[in-house]
Nanobody, 126 residues
Framework: AVKVEESGGDSVQPGGSLRLSCTVS????????MAWFRQAPGKQREGVVC????????YYADSVKGRFTISKDNGKDTLSLQMNDLKSEDTAMYYC???????????????????WGQGTQVTVSS
């Protein structure tokens, strides 16, 4: 069975930093897309940073460009999200997701990702 696990969520003050980690296991094939989504109370789940299955394309939501950075350790099947200069509007449940076919581009739809973790909470508040 496919397993997606996130860690690293916490409460921080505005301007602070956090690093989220995600590990995927059980996919059974090389070269898969990984992504971070988030969902704030009362809002739709949105793609934050999405890496294509071949690693050649990375989508960043406009709201996080210049502040969030994604990195993947292929040897450990781990995806990390470095979040800097956090703002109150970054407060949300963050989800890691995996896909065998997301190829990148200008969008990162939730429907392209069949495998999901349980989420980790990020709260930015003074």
């Amino acid at each position: 069975a496919v397993k997606v696990e996130e860690s690293g969520g916490d409460s921080v003050q505005p301007g602070g930093s956090l690093r989220l980690s995600c590990t995927v296991s059980g996919l059974g094939f090389p070269g898969y897309a990984m992504a971070w989504f988030r969902q704030a109370p009362g809002k739709q789940r949105e793609g934050v940073v999405c890496l294509s299955w071949d690693g050649k394309s990375t989508y960043y939501a406009d709201s996080v460009k210049g502040r969030f950075t994604i990195s993947k350790d292929n040897g450990k099947d781990t995806l990390s999200l470095q979040m800097n200069d956090l703002k109150s509007e970054d407060t949300a449940m963050y989800y890691c997701a995996a896909s065998g076919y997301y190829s990148g581009g200008d969008y990162c739809p939730t429907d392209d990702f069949p495998y999901w973790g349980q989420g980790t909470q990020v709260t930015v508040s003074s």
